[in-house]
């Protein structure tokens, strides 16, 4: 997984809780990037960052923010869950400015009940 | 907005044909496609990356296309092993900017004994 971690690797919340999921990488990649996937939709970016403190809106970025304080940290909360954002969660990274793969981490499933 | 369509949510085929995954996409011009595997509770892996003035590329047991005109793309993996069962996702992507990528929802390959 190129040095990605998540966590919580799953978590179940009710309802108008706030969670926080973390993105974790080793190699000090600038570009790192937050999914969601569901059935019938794939993958879906919601925020990505292209710095240390610089974030910008992905395609469904309604009811989630992220905040990057650390090159190797990215994380994205969601401030009062819904069962909407029920999905499985990916965190990915890009290695530089003409690398165009993407590296993804192993995934949060979360369910919010 | 865009749309990218994967030929078919599942695809079954004998050990040692050649598999072949469509991948069709409107509204929008990428300047390049990626393919991904992705196995069941894991993240994507990169497999390729294709340029919009490339019509092949080819690694290993594995070779994209990618037709501009018709806006389509074929994966194609020759001498087809069980261990290639998997879903195979395409991503397109602009060449500037942050590198965000549009997925399909992906094709679940089965490659049977």
């Known amino acids: 997984d190129a040095g990605i971690t998540q966590s919580p690797r799953h978590k179940v919340t009710e309802t108008g809780t706030p969670v926080t999921l973390r993105c974790h990488q080793t190699?000090?990649?600038?570009?790192m990037y937050w999914y969601r996937q569901d059935p019938g939709h794939g993958l879906r970016l919601i925020h990505y960052s292209y710095g240390v403190k610089d974030t910008d809106k992905g395609e469904v970025s309604d009811g989630y923010s992220v905040s990057r304080s650390k090159t190797e940290d990215f994380l994205l909360t969601l401030e009062s869950a819904t069962s909407s954002q029920t999905s499985v969660y990916f965190c990915?990274?890009?290695?530089?400015?003409?690398?165009?793969?993407?590296?993804f981490g192993p995934g949060t499933r979360l369910t919010v009940t | 907005s865009q749309k990218i369509e994967q030929n078919s949510e599942a695809l079954n085929i004998q050990e040692g044909k050649t598999a072949t995954l469509t991948c069709n996409y409107t509204n929008y011009s990428p300047a390049y496609l990626q393919w991904y595997r992705q196995d069941p509770g894991r993240g994507p892996v990169f497999l390729l990356l294709i340029r919009e003035n490339e019509k092949e590329k080819r690694k290993e047991r594995l070779k994209v296309t990618f037709d501009t005109t018709l806006k389509q793309s074929l994966f194609h993996i020759t001498a087809s092993q069980p261990a290639d069962s998997a879903t195979y996702l395409c991503?397109?992507?602009?060449?500037?900017?942050?590198?965000?990528?549009?997925f399909g929802t992906g094709t679940r390959l089965t490659v049977i004994p």
């Open positions: 190699e000090n990649h600038r570009y």
């Open positions: 990915a990274i890009r290695e530089g400015a003409w690398s165009y793969e993407q590296y």
């Open positions: 991503a397109l992507g602009p060449q500037t900017g942050a590198n965000n990528l549009f």
